[in-house]
């Protein structure tokens, strides 16, 4: 076996891009003179089941950045089909060049747990204290602990276990 030679059927793939991210969130934050923002993530996954804690990722130049970094909390709202314009639009404008949150009529409810909005229109939203980061290049990875899930009503059981089939995500 050469490591030279290519693999019948296989090329080279972009590094950039040998996993999908999934899922695709909305990530909403407060900073701590009470300016709220919302921005699109793609680096967002479990990182820990006990205690239960989850990991985004954010670009350091981004608006949202330092109101994340001041404050040690974010919420994760999960986005399905029906507010794909509203992704859309909160991941390709900046809060920098005007209202953003505004423009689309974006609803904000206070969290239970943490100082920092969520997105009532989302299906869940997980209140997070940040509790560590790591900058791996692009990214500074936060790992949030999670305080409290918000779920709509109609994709949970009596336990309130959620049932992710329910969710036509992006």
Do not use: W
Not at 105 to 129: F, H, Q, S, W
């Amino acid at each position: 076996m050469g490591t030279t030679n290519a693999i019948e059927g296989k090329r080279e793939g972009k590094k950039r891009s040998c996993l999908q991210r999934s899922p695709a969130v909305l990530v909403s934050c407060r900073g701590l003179d009470g300016e709220n923002n919302v921005l699109a993530v793609g680096y967002c996954c479990n990182c820990s089941f006990d205690p239960p804690m989850v990991m985004v990722g954010i670009v350091p130049t981004r608006y949202s950045y330092k109101l994340i970094k001041e404050s040690g909390c974010f919420v994760v709202n999960l986005v399905d089909s029906h507010y794909q314009d509203t992704f859309d639009y909160l991941g390709s404008h900046s809060k920098r060049d005007g209202d953003k949150l505004a423009e689309k009529n974006v609803r904000l409810l206070d969290g239970k747990a943490v100082n920092a909005p969520i997105l009532p229109d989302c299906p869940v939203n997980i209140e997070c204290t940040i509790v560590d980061s790591i900058v791996t290049g692009s990214h500074e990875m936060f790992i949030g602990k999670i305080e409290y899930v918000h779920a709509d009503e109609a994709i949970t059981d009596e336990e309130g276990k959620i049932d992710f089939s329910q969710i036509n995500f992006l």
